[in-house]
C-alpha cells in the first residue's frame, strides 16, 4: 500500500507491516482509535489510528523535549517507532505502557482519590516544563490544524498565525462573548481521564497494594512523586 507520509523511529523487532497495521485497525473498527499488538498475546506495541500526523509530531517533541531534561521527568511519553498517513488517515506504532488510568482508578471505590488528584498535578506540572518554540502557532508542533472538542468536529476551521488571531475568529463568532487564552501557545489536546499511571507497588496507598495492575490503552505515563499539590492545577493550561 503507498502512503502519503511517513515516519520511521527506531526499529523494533517483530512489528507489523504496513498492510498488516491498516488490516488489525479496520477489524478493530474506527468507533475507536486504538489497540495492542500483538492482538492476544502480552503487548510489546500500542497502535492509535484515525487520528493526524500532527498528533505525532507533537508527541515526538515532547518525547524528546523530556529525554534531555535533568532530572528526568516523572511523566514517561512512549516513543514512535513509526507512523504514516492512508487515506487522510494517520497510523501510530508506538512503545507500550504499563499502568492503570486515572479514569479506570477513579472508577475503583478503594482508590485514594486525593492520592490520585496529586499525581495528575504533578503530570501536568512536568509537561509545562517542556519548552515552547518562539515561532510556534496554535495546533500541533510543526503546524497543522488545532484538534480539541472546543471546535465543530473536534478541528479548527483553519490554521492561526497566533494566540491573538485565534481570539479574534473567536470573539468574531461569538460576539457576546469576550474570550481571552491564558495559555502560550496550543499544542495538542489531552483527556486526562486516559492519563496513565505508572508505578511500583512500594508506592501505593495501603489499599490500593492488594490491586493487580493492568494493562492501560493510554498514550502517557507518570511516576508519581512526593511534593506534587493540586494547586499546580491552578497554572495556565499549555496544551489543547
Known amino acids: ?10 526499529i523494533l523487532p517483530g512489528l507489523p507491516g504496513t498492510d498488516e497495521i491498516i488490516a488489525l485497525c479496520r ?3 474506527f468507533e475507536t482509535n486504538g489497540l495492542t499488538y500483538p492482538p492476544n498475546k502480552p503487548p510489546i506495541a500500542r497502535i492509535k489510528y484515525g487520528v493526524s500526523m500532527g498528533e505525532m509530531r507533537t508527541q515526538r517533541y515532547v518525547f524528546d523535549a523530556f529525554s534531555h ?11 514512535i517507532y513509526r507512523a504514516f498517513e492512508y487515506e487522510g488517515r494517520a497510523y501510530i506504532v508506538m512503545e507500550y505502557v504499563y499502568g492503570q488510568t486515572v ?3 477513579l472508577r475503583d471505590p ?6 490520585i488528584y496529586d499525581q495528575v498535578a504533578n503530570a501536568i506540572t512536568q509537561l509545562l516544563r517542556v519548552p515552547i518554540p518562539s515561532d510556534a502557532r496554535p495546533g500541533p508542533a510543526g503546524g497543522g490544524y488545532a484538534h480539541h472538542s472546543f471546535f465543530s468536529d473536534n478541528e479548527a476551521p483553519k490554521e492561526y498565525a497566533s494566540i491573538e488571531k485565534l481570539e479574534q475568529h473567536i470573539n468574531k463568532v461569538l460576539p457576546n462573548i469576550i474570550l481571552v487564552f491564558i495559555m502560550s501557545c496550543l499544542l495538542a489536546y489531552y483527556d486526562i481521564s486516559t492519563l496513565c499511571l505508572q508505578y511500583s507497588r512500594s508506592s501505593l496507598p495501603e489499599a490500593q497494594k492488594r490491586k493487580s495492575i493492568f494493562p492501560t490503552r493510554s498514550y502517557v505515563s507518570v ?18
Open 110 to 115: 478503594s482508590t485514594d482519590k486525593d492520592w
Open 69 to 79: 531534561m535533568i532530572p528526568a521527568p516523572a511523566v514517561r511519553v512512549p516513543e
Open 103 to 105: 479514569g479506570a482508578l
Open 223 to 240: 511516576t508519581p512523586t512526593s511534593g506534587s499539590t493540586i494547586s499546580s492545577l491552578q497554572r495556565p493550561a499549555r496544551y489543547m
Open 1 to 10: 500500500m503507498s502512503v502519503s507520509e511517513e515516519y520511521i523511529g527506531r
Open 27 to 29: 477489524q478493530n473498527g
